[in-house]
């Protein structure tokens, strides 16, 4: 029997939906709920503009709240989709699916979550693709489940069979306890039909607790053109890892032996929470959905630049800037929070009864 062809779309590419993990009281979000609710809610409006939404919402009882906060617009109320699923916390990016395109049709890949190597509880978020899954929500795409920790904001797909990723995070012990450069190769192979992988070495930011995760350093913009996040200030502690991650960059090549393009975005100045801490502020952590890319903001001079050098990168989408302090106070941000469906995998409102109820 000849083996699948399977295709790891690049996140340009035409989608369907986006999905959201609504974070709620019960979390670490709870003292700084109202603010990241706002957040949210400036997403969900942005995607829904463009594409279907598909929202986890931890209780049945804060359904209708959650719609009321986005009060989508009439013409896009069909697009919204509110699911009740019990979450840990809402870093959709990592316990979402990773949809592959398997001799053209699509497969949900629900590979485990285990909170970045066992660092929060996670028994719910490993649970949410699944359960997702048997309301109808993806119609009749199949979902499969893989015996192995990865997380969605671990990888960089350019489309073409190139992956882009960080050694920190995918070989961590942690996570997969035998891991080895090579066996994680061959998973990547196996499950999402990867040629080849380039890994990244450097590149670090104070306060981020994945690892490591490359959504918040370099980014695929095309096949041949990576945008990354950069460091110019020499007295910045960032500046000697992000210099030699972008001596790394430089280094590596098409699949053809050509150099990448590559585009900087310039440092935000240092966030800090209430205990005196930095925080992993990057521009890095953008989302690119139909016809648009929306981009996390401070209220920083930079962030102008950042939205001028993402122009220049995608040229042909709207860049639609979104401030994300609320999140970068939980340690992530605006890619961290969503995961794209790609156009293949069909949107279907579940029956109510179908919508599972808290455990």
Known sequence: MPQATRHFPAEWEPQSAVLLTWPHTETDWAPNLAAAERTFA?????????????????????????????????DQAERLHLIVVPS??????????????????????DFTFNAWGGKYPSALDDAIISRLHATGIFGKTPRRRVDFVLEGGALESDGEGTLLTTTSCLLDPHRNRTITQDTAEAQLRDSLGIKRVLWLTQGHLEGDDTDGHIDTLARFATPDTIVYQSCDDSADSHFASLQAMARELAALRQADGAPYHLIPLPLPRPVYDDAGHRLPATYANFLIINGAVLLRIYGDPADAVAQSRLTEAFPNRTIVPIDCTALIRQFGSLHCVTMQLPAAVPVRAPEPAARLPHP
């Open 42 to 74: 400036a997403i969900a409006r942005a995607v829904l503009v463009r594409e279907a939404l598909i929202i986890s919402v931890h209780h049945a009882d804060l359904v209708e709240s959650v719609r009321a906060r986005i009060a989508p617009l009439p």
């Open 88 to 109: 840990n916390d809402s870093w959709v990016r990592d316990h979402g699916p990773l949809t592959i395109l398997e001799d053209g049709q699509p497969v949900l890949l």
